[in-house]
């Protein structure tokens, strides 16, 4: 009998970590190398492809925001769209504690799956019922 692999889930912020090669983006490959080997699972809320495509939208164009949402959905990790539950939990998440609405649901997949949430948003930090591992922030100068 195989063990059930561990699960992560990527918040957006660790997903743009990953495309723009910033610290910790070694973190986030080694993860989807264990996913590519079988050994872990990662999961990928609907919020963060849309909070990719928007933000580079506003940074770069349109081109490049399809290629970032192409490059997102080759790798290998598994998209989560809405549910009943996680609107729940969602809603939960977002009445308790100071988080955007797409955190609220990123945040919610991961705790619904008990799954780490890999991220790069301090925002997440006061959520003590995640499981997290926090990449390196970005320092503000």
Do not use: C
């Not at 290998?76 to 609405?101: D, F, M, N, W």
Request: charged share 25%; glycine share 2%.
């Amino acid at each position: 009998m195989s063990e059930t692999p561990e699960l992560y889930v990527l918040d957006t912020s660790a997903l743009l970590t990953l495309i723009e090669d910033e610290p910790g983006a070694d973190v986030v490959q080694d993860v989807l190398q264990r996913s590519r080997e079988g050994k872990v699972a990662v999961l990928v809320s609907f919020m963060s492809f849309m909070e990719v495509h928007y933000i580079t939208l506003q940074e770069r164009d349109a081109d490049e925001a399809r290629v970032r949402v192409d490059l997102i959905m080759s790798l290998p990790v598994l998209r989560v769209e809405s549910t009943e539950s996680l609107g729940q939990i969602a809603g939960e998440l977002k009445a308790e504690h100071r988080l955007s609405v797409a955190d609220a649901w990123i945040a919610a997949l991961a705790k619904d799956r008990n799954a780490v949430l890999i991220h790069k948003d301090p925002d997440f930090e006061n959520v003590k019922s995640l499981q997290a591992l926090a990449l390196p922030y970005k320092v503000v100068s």
